[in-house]
């Protein structure tokens, strides 16, 4: 099942696994080190999916790309009437994550001010909501990745020691692609399989396999997997030789392309299936939709930068309809600057 799940015959990947065997039933936080695009929330995946806590939800959040301002409350929810001016309760995503994961991707993006509450929560498997007061006991396992090198931040002051330790109880570490070409072949055919048109299904030769083996893969696997996504429609139901790899390869400049918006078929993909959302006592649909709302309004205000008029027309709601739910939603100015 694992092997299904984190494909590849290198020892590299072989020991990946051994490790996911490791940490499956563990509380311990695990830390996911590796390039860009090599497979972190696979293996992260992998890890929920084999543990008992499998049928909890799996929520991930990426510390890099949430303002500052907003991430605390993001992790840990707020009270209504807190320093951001909010009108209702919030439930932050620890308590969203009861039961099940919590994947915290690029974690070393977190602001220093994060980590000490990030760390005093792992000690304390509790933490208190923003303008709260109280302590809420938290069941959540922590899986953590990055792509930098965290020793280097630590010695520049900007990751915390003690937090890095906390974290990096069980260590797994993914090498690049170009640093297990062995993996290609099985990759490769992973990805034929998975192509939804069966009839149109490329066959890849040994030849082609041998060249896209020796290609030095930037975007590691995401890369490959779209190279092997157009060789589904540059060749359908052929046989790919040396010259069809080469083709594959050279084009790669439109592969690049393709790779970012295959990574938004994959947000939509993962957001498609189980739904995190669990009907515990006190849940509500109305604030559930409330929540989804806020979430989805800073969201729009990140990616145009905070400017609020290209945000609401990115939502399709009037610049004064969307003021005014930000002033509902306690989206402050700071946020927004923020974002
Ligand atoms: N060992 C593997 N087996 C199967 N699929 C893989 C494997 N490694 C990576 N992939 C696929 O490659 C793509 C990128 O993987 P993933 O998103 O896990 O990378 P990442 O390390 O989290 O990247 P980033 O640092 O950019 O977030 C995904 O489509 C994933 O399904
Ligand atoms: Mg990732």
């Known amino acids: 099942m694992i092997s299904e799940m984190v494909v590849g015959s290198s020892d590299a990947i072989a020991s990946v696994r051994t490790m996911i065997r490791f940490s499956i039933n563990a509380m311990a936080s695990v830390l996911i080190t590796g390039p860009s ?11 929920h999916r084999a543990s008992k806590r499998a049928d909890g939800p799996f929520i991930a959040i990426n510390s890099g790309a949430i303002p500052t301002e907003l991430i605390e409350s993001e992790l840990f929810g707020h009270e209504g009437g807190s320093f951001t001016g909010a009108s209702g309760r919030h439930i932050g995503l620890f308590e969203q994550a009861e039961g099940g994961t919590l994947f915290l991707d690029e974690v070393g993006e977190m602001p220093l001010s994060l980590q000490v509450k990030l760390l005093r929560v792992i000690e304390e498997r509790a933490i208190r909501r923003v303008g709260g007061k109280k302590q809420i006991p938290v069941n959540v396992r922590i899986i953590a990745a990055t792509n930098r090198d965290l020793q280097k931040q630590i ?3 900007d990751f915390r020691e003690d ?10 570490c993914i090498p690049s692609l170009a640093e297990r070409p062995e993996d290609v072949a099985a990759l490769a055919e992973h990805f034929l399989n ?5 009839g149109a299904r490329p066959t890849i030769s040994d030849e082609a396999v041998a060249r896209l083996a020796r290609y030095s893969w930037p975007g590691n696997v995401r890369e490959l997997r779209n190279v092997i996504e157009r060789a589904t429609i540059f060749f359908p139901g052929q046989t790919i030789g040396r010259e069809e790899a080469e083709l594959l390869l050279t084009e790669r400049s439109v592969g690049s392309m393709h790779a970012e918006m295959t990574d938004l078929d994959d947000i939509a993909q993962d957001n498609s299936g189980d739904s995190p959302v669990r009907f515990t006592d006190g849940f509500s649909l109305q604030s559930h939709l409330q929540d989804e709302e806020r979430r989805l309004m800073i969201e729009a205000l990140v990616e145009c930068g905070g400017v ?3 945000a609401a027309r990115l939502v399709d709601l009037q610049r004064t309809t969307f003021v005014e739910k930000m002033r509902r939603h306690g989206i402050t100015r700071d946020d927004r600057q923020a974002a």
């Not at 695009?37 to 890890?47: D, F, S, T």
């Not at 937090?163 to 797994?172: E, K, Q």
């Open 155 to 157: 010695a520049a002051g």
């Open 163 to 172: 937090l890095f330790y906390r974290l990096c109880v069980i260590p797994i």
């Open 194 to 198: 998975q192509s939804e048109d069966h």
């Open 37 to 47: 695009g090599c497979g972190k929330e696979v293996v992260a995946n992998a890890i």
């Open 308 to 310: 609020i008029a290209k």
